[in-house]
């Protein structure tokens, strides 16, 4: 089946010890995105790629940063991990213009940060 | 800033009742509109997606409507089981040139008891 996989389901790593987040999908979309979810609040935003163009949202800390080396992967990279990056991960794809944009998402990394 | 408001942020119902949960949003100018259920420390699974150029979806006992005009948004679950307890999103859709982003209200944790 396609699908979005994201690897690992769950991290812990040390305060300041940088962590790279996969993702990688077998859908052939265009778009991949990334979310951040704290405990008990809506995901939000982080940046998401269209095709190779990186697009970065206005409030995400300089902490964080995203690679893509192909169509099918998409990595999130936290440099420098506080106690406040622990949350959730979420990844997902879209195809533009293509199932009324629908976003498809991974079941999540859970980041804990020690 | 679009905005997406969830009402009520929490509802216990004995099995069996139908309810409703509400969304709300600020901004009209939205593409489409997608209704989430997330179980505890679980990514996300899409229950409804409802494109731009619809007002309904249907799948099983679920049934979500959408009036962009009033910017309005409400998740009908028929005949309420134990296994729809749960956390459930909303997300708005908003076209951008860099493909689509969602922006998510903050839940309803719903409680169904025996």
């Known amino acids: 089946d396609a699908m979005v996989i994201q690897n690992p389901r769950y991290q812990v790593t040390q305060f300041g010890k940088p962590v790279t987040l996969s993702c990688s999908q077998t859908l052939n979309h265009n778009v991949m995105y990334w979310y951040q979810q704290k405990s008990s609040q809506a995901p939000k935003l982080l940046f998401h790629y269209y095709d190779k163009d990186f697009n970065n949202e206005a409030d995400t800390p300089d902490n964080f940063q995203s690679r893509r080396p192909n169509t099918s992967f998409c990595f999130l990279d936290i440099r420098s991990p506080g106690l406040g990056d622990a949350a959730m991960y979420l990844c997902?794809?879209?195809?533009?213009?293509?199932?009324?944009?629908?976003?498809?998402f991974g079941p999540g990394t859970r980041l804990t940060v020690l | 800033k679009q905005e997406v408001t969830q009402i009520p942020a929490a509802l216990s119902v004995p099995e069996g009742e139908n309810l409703v949960l509400n969304c709300s949003f600020t901004?009209?100018?939205?593409?489409?509109l997608q209704w989430f259920r997330q179980d505890p420390g679980k990514g996300l699974t899409s229950l409804l997606l409802?494109?731009?150029?619809?007002r309904e979806q249907t799948s099983g006992r679920l049934n979500a409507s959408l009036d962009k005009s009033s910017g309005r948004s409400t998740l009908y679950i028929a005949a309420s089981q134990p296994g729809d307890s749960a956390t459930y999103l909303c997300a708005v859709y908003i076209l951008t040139g860099g493909g689509n982003k969602l922006t998510f209200g903050t839940g309803t944790q719903l409680k169904v008891e025996l």
């Open positions: 409802i494109q731009s150029s619809q």
């Open positions: 997902a794809t879209s195809r533009v213009r293509q199932s009324g944009n629908e976003q498809f």
């Open positions: 901004d009209s100018a939205i593409y489409n």
